[in-house]
Nanobody, 119 residues
Framework: QVQLVESGGGLVQAGGSLRLSCAAS????????MGWFRQAPGKEREFVAH????????YYRDSVKGRFTISRDNANNTVYLQMNTLKPEDTAVYYC????????????WGQGTQVTVSS
């Protein structure tokens, strides 16, 4: 399985921006479909966005559409989540995840990075 390490979280005021990174190692990165998830205190983990192996197909949850952008750099084994116009309700631990092309469930998860948006 691929190993994942997130970075880029922090504290930001409402309306601000952050870019999360997820570095992958251990397997051929381009064989993996990548996703971002988040978990707020007291809530279940929820899907945020995903991107296919080539980067030309993305999908977002409705509440982040137009504000968040997922992208990937297969040459550097990294997936990104650019988050703009952040809102307090975006506060959560953000996780990246990977699954092999053709596999239905995510197989590898990072340790998470905290994003806190103050009002």
């Amino acid at each position: 399985q691929v190993q994942l390490v997130e970075s880029g979280g922090g504290l930001v005021q409402a309306g601000g921006s952050l870019r999360l990174s997820c570095a992958a190692s251990g397997r051929t990165f381009s064989n993996y479909f990548m996703g971002w998830f988040r978990q707020a205190p007291g809530k279940e983990r929820e899907f945020v966005a995903h991107i296919n192996w080539s980067g030309d197909n993305t999908y977002y949850r409705d509440s982040v559409k137009g504000r968040f952008t997922i992208s990937r750099d297969n040459a550097n084994n990294t997936v990104y989540l650019q988050m703009n116009t952040l809102k307090p309700e975006d506060t959560a631990v953000y996780y990246c995840a990977a699954r092999r092309v053709g596999v239905a469930t995510y197989e590898s998860w990072g340790q998470g990075t905290q994003v806190t948006v103050s009002s």
